[in-house]
């Protein structure tokens, strides 16, 4: 039996494959065994060119596009039919055969994927998904399966194929197949940015009408580079965030930041603002805030945010940009207000 939760699904149509070539190294139940485990888990593979690395605490970019989001669901090659002949043998038919369709026992795979019995897929349309012979024994290619990163996301609902074949060395030709730039956006939710710690003058506590200065010394903050790979597929995409600029809200609209935008560019030698000296107290920052009145027991949220601009390329020359992305960051303000400052 095969326990199946209802909701409406985007039809998926089938199609050709796409030649790809590259498919890497054929694997069989050791590469592809884990059919047993959630279809949350995908095979594509995260590594950090540039800027991964390093102490500290670091966080998820937020894109400022509030439309986008990650991909919800994907297809990807698990099982070569050695290793699904493997796997049907070893666990007893236990397992998740798409996003949201589970089959335990024997019985469903040999019936489906060795003796060819037709089953019906999760799409909208419940279409036929015709059955194999002896596991498709003897052909070079995978078996593919849906996967969602959060199965309770209702987007994920939209990969409603149960696991099927598709020959080596090619992507299927249908709705939410993996894609370089589906890579890429992946990557973009995988990308690590150290937090925004920003130097300030005075360091604990402000005064009225006098300006904080406001810095980041260079090299605080480099590019990261992230690529996502689908093995045997030969897909790959690298994501790119740049910094490009640091935006203050000074936590009350009684204070006059600077420039009067609240965003402070970099500078070409990577940093931002100008370092406080003795003497420049009469002078106005090129990144700071004055505060015009002061707190009265609760100290102000003063946030500090990294904006980010996201670029990618990808396999077969693709590539393009994505919406840009902020780490946010808060911290506490407290201003005094003096009758008098000695200079």
Known sequence: MFAVTS??????????????????????????????ASATHSQIVITYPKGGGGSGKKGNLASIDPNWKPPACWYEPVFTPEGLKSFVKSSGGDGDVGIHEYWAGTGLWTDHYRDGKAETNMDDASSTAPGYKRYNTGKDGYFWRSVAPDESDPDSWQCGRIMFWQDADQVPKIPHAPTPKMLADYAYNQVKVPETKIELKPETKSTVNLPTWIWLDKGTFKDVVVRAALPHTGLWAETTAKPVSLHLDPGTSDAETSPASGTCTFNKDGSIGTPYKPGDADQTPPCGITYLHATNGSPYQLKASITWKISWKGFGGTGGDLPDGTFETTQDMNVQEIQAVNR
């Open 7 to 36: 909701l409406t699904a985007i039809a998926l149509l089938p199609g050709s494959a796409q030649a790809i070539g590259g498919g890497g190294t054929k694997g069989g139940s050791d590469d592809h065994g884990n059919l047993n």
